[in-house]
Antibody
Framework: QVQLVESGGGVVQPGRSLRLSCAAS????????MHWVRQAPGKGLEWVAL????????NYTDSVKGRFTISRDNSKNTVYLQMNSLRAEDTAVYYC???????????????WGQGTLVTVSS | DIQLSQSPSFLSASVGDRVTITCRAS??????LAWYQQKPGKAPKLLIY???TLQSGVPSRFSGSGSGTEFTLTISSLQPEDFATFYC?????????FGPGTKVDIK
């Protein structure tokens, strides 16, 4: 069965960096786009970033452009989110999610990890 | 960005009730809409995609309809495990956006 396991969350001061990881199993990881979606405490869902199966396409929501970088290692079935210059408003549970479409990106989030909490606070 | 609104934002219902949640888009999005269910402390779960296609493994009491700017999620007979928050999501415009959610609580 599909499993996505995030790690790397924690408490970090404003302006500092953090890298999240998401280890995937149970599907052909190298054939699917992967996303990060976040949810601030008590709030709704916000899509953050996408990386295509072949790493050619990387898309970001405007609020993280230039600060966050999504990457993947298909040999390790892992997707990453490097978060720099963190702000208080980045505080959220970060979920990785598998795109539904094989070899394409259709932005349906078919499977989700359990999430990892990032708290940006001094 | 395409904005999504949901109504109601909160719904109190009993087991066995028929429940309908509406999602409205700020512009036409064809059928590019999904519905997710999220229980407290858990990740969202995909219920319906392409406005009306039931995701594999999702009970048939869930159904979706609509196109353009107005969409509905219907639960034909609410079960105890269905109490949760439901979100719609559009993928017609970039970035993909979610509605604010509808919390379904026990009456």
């Amino acid at each position: 069965q599909v499993q996505l396991v995030e790690s790397g969350g924690g408490v970090v001061q404003p302006g500092r960096s953090l890298r999240l990881s998401c280890a995937a199993s149970g599907f052909a990881f190298s054939s699917y786009g992967m996303h990060w979606v976040r949810q601030a405490p008590g709030k709704g869902l916000e899509w953050v970033a996408l990386i295509s199966f072949d790493e050619i396409s990387k898309n970001y929501t405007d609020s993280v452009k230039g600060r966050f970088t999504i990457s993947r290692d298909n040999s390790k079935n892992t997707v990453y989110l490097q978060m720099n210059s963190l702000r208080a408003e980045d505080t959220a549970v970060y979920y990785c999610a598998k795109d539904m479409k094989w070899l394409l990106n259709n932005y349906y989030f078919e499977y989700w990890g359990q999430g990892t909490l990032v708290t940006v606070s001094s | 960005d395409i904005q999504l609104s949901q109504s109601p934002s909160f719904l109190s219902a009993s087991v066995g009730d028929r429940v309908t949640i509406t999602c409205r888009a700020s512009q036409g999005i064809s059928s590019s809409l999904a519905w997710y269910q999220q229980k407290p402390g858990k990740a969202p779960k995909l219920l319906i995609y392409a406005a009306s296609t039931l995701q594999s493994g999702v009970p048939s009491r869930f159904s979706g309809s609509g196109s353009g700017t107005e969409f509905t999620l219907t639960i034909s007979s609410l079960q105890p495990e269905d109490f949760a928050t439901f979100y719609c999501q559009q993928l017609d415009g970039f970035p993909p956006t979610f509605g604010p959610g509808t919390k379904v609580d026990i009456k």
